[in-house]
């Protein structure tokens, strides 16, 4: 039971470290349309994945190929959806709507790393 809350912990870590300090302003490029917010996002991603693959490798080194691609995938997709000018990336700090697609992004986040720890006790 502790190993998995430290699980967690590490991934919560993990996330705000890659979504936040370590997402560059080049990395924001992820708001842009089609096709120029892929390799932005797409760095995001995997600097998400690579993040994944290094908890896996302490604690779960049979899952570092699936954690990480799981990672990068979801990652992808959530932060496009949240980052998409027609959806969640056309509203500003100041709109309401901002902050609830910022939360729903951060809890999708939360989803996806307590999924990967389930794959572990599975």
């Not at 890659?18 to 842009?32: A, E, I, S, T, Y």
């Not at 600097?47 to 779960?60: N, Q, R, Y």
């Not at 998409?84 to 999708?108: E, M, V, Y």
Request: charged share 15%.
């Amino acid at each position: 039971m502790k190993t998995l809350l430290f699980l967690i912990l590490a991934f919560q870590i993990k996330h705000f470290i890659c979504d936040f300090p370590l997402q560059g302003r080049w990395m924001l490029g992820k708001f842009k349309n089609w096709p120029e917010f892929i390799l932005p996002l797409a760095s995001h991603s995997a600097v998400h994945a690579i993040g994944s693959a290094v908890i896996a490798l302490v604690f779960a080194p049979r899952f570092v190929f699936v954690w990480s691609l799981f990672d990068f995938i979801t990652h992808f997709v959530i932060d496009r959806i949240k980052a998409s000018p027609k959806l969640g990336g056309r509203w500003k700090p100041q709109d309401a709507k901002f902050w609830i697609a910022l939360g729903a992004d951060q809890l999708a986040h939360n989803i996806v790393y307590i999924s990967m720890v389930w794959m572990l006790i599975m």
